[in-house]
């Protein structure tokens, strides 16, 4: 088992910036991709950026240029946020996928975008 704990999300300007952390403990040397999602309100939950254990990553198209994703090898992730947009806000998910397929889901913080 793997467990999760995101941090780093809040209220922010349009423009500004927050850096998201996901933290790994239990069994971290299973972990092979990392991951950040978001569910929107109202909408349904989508794959913000993805990051390989070969440090490949990609990105949905309406953060490239503005979101970064990087790791510390298996024990943690993280989310640079530049240039937030209202439509940015939701509540993100630090995920994390095992060799064998298994996905593991923190609990979630919450960014506000809004002035």
């Known amino acids: 088992q793997v467990q999760l704990v995101e941090s780093g999300g809040g209220l922010v300007q349009p423009g500004g910036s927050l850096r998201l952390s996901c933290a790994a403990s239990g069994n971290i040397f299973s972990i092979n991709t990392m991951a950040w999602y978001r569910q929107a309100p109202g909408k349904e939950r989508e794959s913000v950026a993805v990051?390989?254990?070969?440090?490949?990553t990609n990105y949905v198209d309406s953060v490239k240029g503005r979101f970064t994703i990087s790791r510390d090898n298996v024990k943690a992730v993280y989310l640079q946020m530049n240039s937030l947009k209202p439509e940015d806000t939701a509540v993100y998910y630090c995920v994390v996928r095992d060799w064998l397929g298994k996905d593991y889901w923190g609990k979630g913080t919450l960014v506000t975008v809004s002035s």
């Open positions: 990051i390989t254990s070969g440090a490949n």
